[in-house]
């Protein structure tokens, strides 16, 4: 008996652009700073926070909408840093990983048909998990060069069909920060419409030079319409452990937990419990901005050392540089750029047109600093090779 024929739901999906380049870098034992994680571990006292925690009895199902003593943690902490407080009970969903908690948003509001505004280049689960809730990705491009959002394309793309648009700040691969400006901007061009706002902030706690994180609710006309997405993962060093939150009103929060309880029901028991009592302490959030704008200036100072022109970065932990004015390198498109360095010199970038939908080229590339000083200095030593 033949088996029957499966159509593929994502007929665009195939294997990452990460997934490649790291096979890439493994074959030639470059230094890879393709990969969006750190190479060093957490603190040990998160690990023995989960360690008691364990040992303690959290190892069957949490409630559905997550561990309630680390969901009153994240309500305080949103608080104290933006001054708006999310009800523990009714409006914070603990999920498993920021992945999850986009894919659950994107569900809970998109309907077959339903356009949905994504800024490119952007997050690569973004445009699959739309098409997976039956709705149409419409990309809009952040302006070439600089990755600022161009809000006269946002107004241009809206239509009656529009259903939500994702905004990730700060931004990847670009590291730009959206301002309290930007956020009015785009609450003007929305003020009128039914649109709700899917905000990816899971490198919120790495915004460099003194500046504060700017949150969409940072506009309160914002708020009401908000799904605001953010990830221990990215915090504290441990994505792999998967645990994200969801910040939203009640009625989002209500419809986003009917997806939730459905796909996964609940994140992982002993790491919500060990993070609930590891966040007692704020320092290491509080502390991560200084940590990686250090990496971050030491990479770019570095970086300028070579023909690269790194572009501004204010926030995350990537970096993208520019190589037009790299006479090896500038006939080669960014993919092909990418497979040289990694090949020729042993440092694994990756190219920022692998983050739009149709193909887009502007000799630019990202590299990821969430690294050991000593892997950055072993990846810039090669750098300088560069002519």
Known sequence: MNAPELETKLPKVGT??????????????AVNLGQGFPDFDCDPKLIDAVSVAMQSGHNQYPLMAGNPRLRERVSAKFESIHGVRY?????????????????????????????VI??????????????LAGGVAVPV???HGTFEPDFDAI????????????????????GRTWTRTHWQTLADIIASRDIFVISDEVYEHMVFDGKPHESAVCVPSLR??????????KTFHVTGWKIGTVCAPAPLTAEFRKVHQYTVFTANSAMQEGIASYLADPKPYLELPAFYQAKRDRFVAALASTPLRALACEGSYFVCANYED????RDLNERECAEWMTREIGVTPIPVSAFYSTPTEQRTIRFCFAKKDATLDEAIKRISSLV
């Open 141 to 143: 491009h952040l302006k």
């Open 155 to 174: 107004a241009k793309a809206i239509t009656p069909k529009t259903r939500a648009i994702i905004v990730n700040t700060p931004h990847n691969p670009s």
């Open 326 to 329: 790299v006479p090896t390198l």
């Open 118 to 131: 994504v800024l490119e280049p952007c997050y690569d689960s973004y445009m699959p998990n739309i098409e």
């Open 16 to 29: 990452t652009i990460f997934s490649l380049m790291s096979a890439l870098a493994a074959k030639h034992r």
């Open 87 to 115: 009800d523990a009970v009714n409006e914070i969903t603990i999920t498993s990983g920021a992945t999850q908690a986009i894919l659950s948003a994107i569900l809970a509001v998109v309907r077959a048909g339903d356009e």
């Open 224 to 233: 009401d319409r908000t799904f605001v997405i953010s990830s221990f993962g």
